[in-house]
């Protein structure tokens, strides 16, 4: 059911979860599977028309969304609110679309977004739990939370991130970043890392959530932190931490929106 | 390593986890991934002996297990408290030991069962959550909570549960029945239904959950319960429930054991 453009296209805005492990990150690949290769391909078999999908965040391969943001122009009529069931009755079960709405014709995600919720979470069973196995990094041990919420404390506001940035083909011009929230929440046997920042470099969440697990482990002081910061170098940060245990929680359009969020403050990428 | 018997065998209790969706049920099946068979596998491998692992219910294909107890008689000094490591190490990721500890040598876990603790989910979100698609069972709208409390009411107590049994192969002599618990509990967009009983006849609490939907859909007034339960027509009751939202969360092994148990009242199969 191919529609022309009658007018200036729409553009619709959506909100998506997905699991990462069976994709190859978000970015289209050629003869891979990604998020936004099937985004693309089941968008163009239910509206009929090829389209290019723009993602807040280009997430890493295995990392997961409960809450990623993204944006694509369209010729169709369908209502923004019927398009969650006319998408996902198209989509495999491991994409889902949460909403849908109309914004300006140039609505740009990755520029509009405000901030963004991380979440990092180790499990500190003893056992992989098989429920979680998927969605958690595991420890099998206590972690020192005093410590690790010590650490974190020295990462907040805005710094020059380069320690923790991993090494990628297009570096930005800048590694200074703003980090809103770094909350070391426990859930039972998990511990979870809310981070909130403004925006982040290439694996930044991965590299923090390793070194504070440095130091829970007791393996690192919080007091190095300040120095790891210093130096700008990404070797004397801990080692990255493994894709499955990050989500990309929600994505902020407006500055503050995050204090009123109550993901911010606890939950888990499950629900 | 393996090891001869020197004297009576010892007989190992194990708690142990599982998800079903890549299991064709408990039960060994030549050919067939089973839940058993990989177990009995995956000891023979780490003890170096043939065993044979009695379960307290042989969980059909698709449903989970948090809580199953099976038990198995060995010649091993390994200590029970080194056992789940052990065994773990061996084991496929979707099945966890949680737990061992030292039985009587004659001890049967499923004559000495007193009472077990199922859970179906029901998820009422409109779209299948990506993280939970394979533990609970989607409804995609609201339920009325009220009428499925006044069917469930209707269950508890000692009855002849035959409109409530599948058909098997070898149905039980009696199907007189006892539940302790049926409790709706709701988490979010999830609906629980947290089911303790004396025992349960083939597909009864599946039964029960397609039931109980139908009343939760207005497709049924909860008034209906005794006239099913009276006429012991299995064709009376809702449709079998899917595996999937089904899951063994605890044996207990004394009468009472469940009333101090905090995952009777809620929870989740997730943690």
Known sequence: VAQP?????????????????????????????????????????????????????????????????AAFSTGTAIPAARLPLVLNSVLPPDIRIREARDVAPNFRPRLAAAGKLYRYTFSCRQWESVFLRRFTSRVGRPLALGAMREAASELLGEHDFGSFQGASRLPPASSVRRLYLLRVHEEGPLVHLNVVGDGFLYRMVRTIAGTLLEVGLGRRPPSTLPQILAARDRRLAGPTAEARGLCLVKVYFSPGEWLQDPEAAGGACRS
Chains 1, 2 share one sequence.
Do not use: C, K, M, N
């Open 5 to 69: 453009f009658l007018q200036a296209p729409r553009r619709v805005l959506l909100r998506l979860e997905y699991e990462g492990t069976d994709f190859h990150g978000w970015q289209r690949q050629p003869a891979l599977r990604t998020v936004q290769g099937e985004l693309e391909r089941a968008i163009g078999r239910a509206l009929g028309e090829a389209v290019e999908v723009e993602a807040t965040s280009r997430t890493d391969q295995g990392v997961h969304a409960a809450g990623q943001a």
